[in-house]
């Protein structure tokens, strides 16, 4: 179990270097994001100013960070590797 999260951690830090900018860039679009999402609901909960729409557009913002992030760790994770379009196993061939 150990040698399976060296692995990981070995494939994370040997990544190409588009992957590893790639990665930086997601997580502080994602700490950004988090920023700003927070910043709005202490507004909304403390503060008690009505920015529920605010509070929303934020959501939806750190969702996208979110999903940005967890795509540049899988491409990093594979060596930066991106699927073929039209992929399948069917587009490999006969088996």
């Not at 990665?23 to 994602?30: E, G, I, P, Q, V």
């Not at 009505?50 to 060596?79: M, N, T």
């Amino acid at each position: 179990m150990h040698a399976e999260n060296d692995k990981g951690a070995k494939a994370l830090c040997c990544a190409s270097r588009q992957a590893q900018r790639r990665l930086a860039w997601a997580a502080a679009a994602w700490a950004g994001a988090l920023g700003h999402w927070l910043a709005w609901a202490y507004a909304l909960e403390h503060a008690g100013w009505s920015v529920y729409v605010c509070v929303w557009a934020a959501s939806l913002a750190f969702l996208g960070a979110q999903a940005a992030l967890l795509c540049a760790l899988l491409a990093a994770q594979a060596g930066g590797a991106r699927p073929r379009s039209g992929g399948g196993a069917a587009a490999d061939g006969p088996g």
